[in-house]
């Protein structure tokens, strides 16, 4: 089956910082979709995005699918931002997500 | 507009009961996904239903098994629950499933004795 690989596995941050967080995945993909789960296990949808970029407010995404790649940018972090990252995929017709391992993000004070 | 709601939010259960969870759809979405967490194995998928109808099914066992009303609301049942049942069971909200950006309930966090 398609793998999901997503990295760095773990990030620690000052508030104030910016950073990307990547997956990869192995074959091609009908659609992609960014998640963050916060410390009390809510996955919050942040970005559908099969291809190409989208903002939303100091996020933004943007997915490569002819180079199987997808980034995420979090700018000026603040703590609220602390949680795990995941990205997931589907392929035509499957009717479900596949999950990478996820990212967890530490923003400190 | 309401998300998707999921009923209990806890579970306490032993050995060899059973159990049923229960998820309420974004309005208007027709198709309802469950998916299992754990701390081992990640985010996996359990079954997707759109319609009434299951349209694909992970990779667990028989005594895991799920279904969905005429007004889109879902259940899914385990049976003779086992320790490493333990985890936390989401399910997610879409319009049709594929093609379409899926929505996630808060989950029912269920703990096996």
């Known amino acids: 089956g398609i793998q999901v690989e997503q990295s760095p596995p773990d990030l620690i941050l000052q508030e104030g910082a910016n950073s990307t967080l990547r997956c990869n995945f192995s074959?091609?993909?009908?659609?992609l979709q960014w998640f963050h789960q916060n410390p009390w296990g809510q996955l919050i949808n942040l970005f559908y995005i099969p291809s190409g970029t989208k903002q939303n407010g100091r996020l933004s995404a943007t997915t490569v699918a002819t180079e199987r790649y997808s980034l995420l940018y979090i700018s000026s972090s603040q703590t609220t931002d602390s949680g795990v990252y995941f990205c997931?995929?589907?392929?035509?017709?499957?009717?479900?997500?596949?999950f990478g391992q996820g990212t967890r993000l530490t923003i400190n004070p | 507009k309401a998300g998707v709601t999921q009923t209990p939010r806890y579970l306490i259960k032993t050995r060899g009961q059973q159990v049923t969870l229960s998820c309420s759809p974004i309005s208007g979405h027709r198709s309802v996904s469950w998916y299992q967490q754990t701390p081992g194995q990640g985010l996996q998928f359990l079954f997707e239903?759109?319609?009434?109808?299951?349209?694909n099914k992970g990779n667990f066992p028989g005594r895991f098994s799920g279904r969905q009303f005429s007004n889109s609301r879902s259940e899914m049942n385990v049976s003779t629950l086992e320790l490493g049942d333990s985890a936390l069971y989401l399910c997610?909200?879409?319009?049709?499933?594929?093609?379409?950006?899926?929505?996630f309930g808060d989950g029912t966090r269920l703990s096996i004795l």
């Open positions: 074959d091609s993909v009908n659609n």
């Open positions: 997610a909200s879409s319009l049709i499933g594929g093609d379409s950006p899926q929505h």
């Open positions: 239903y759109f319609s009434e109808t299951q349209r």
């Open positions: 997931a995929v589907e392929i035509q017709g499957a009717q479900k997500l596949v």
